[in-house]
Nanobody, 121 residues
Framework: QVQLVESGGGLVQVGGSLRLSCAASGRIFSINAMGWYRRAPGNQRELVALISSGGSTNYADSVKGRFTISRDNAKNTVALQMNTLKPEDTAVYYC???????????????WGQGTQVTVSS
């Protein structure tokens, strides 16, 4: 069973910073992309940042210049450094990975349980 476990969420004031971390474990053959989604109340889950196995990154326009995604391929971890936080960043943040459990070239989207980030105004 594949598990993605997030940590680092919490309460922070406007303009503050948080660092989210995620570790993937279990029956994993390989990981392609990793990233972070978030879901604010009343909204759909939205992509925040994505990083490929080769290190290419994509960010939502709303977080560009403030958030930085990174990964450690050897440890199957991904992190999201969040700076200059805004109230609209308040959401549950979900670790995301595109995983393969064997060498069959079948890739699956997987999300963690999420960690709450609350930015107070």
């Amino acid at each position: 069973q594949v598990q993605l476990v997030e940590s680092g969420g919490g309460l922070v004031q406007v303009g503050g910073s948080l660092r989210l971390s995620c570790a993937a474990s279990g029956r994993i053959f390989s990981i392609n992309a990793m990233g972070w989604y978030r879901r604010a109340p009343g909204n759909q889950r939205e992509l925040v940042a994505l990083i490929s196995s080769g290190g290419s990154t994509n960010y939502a326009d709303s977080v560009k210049g403030r958030f930085t995604i990174s990964r450690d391929n050897a440890k199957n971890t991904v992190a999201l450094q969040m700076n200059t936080l805004k109230p609209e960043d308040t959401a549950v943040y979900y670790c995301y990975a595109v995983l393969a459990s064997d060498g069959s070239s079948s890739w699956y989207n997987h999300w963690g349980q999420g960690t709450q980030v609350t930015v107070s105004s």
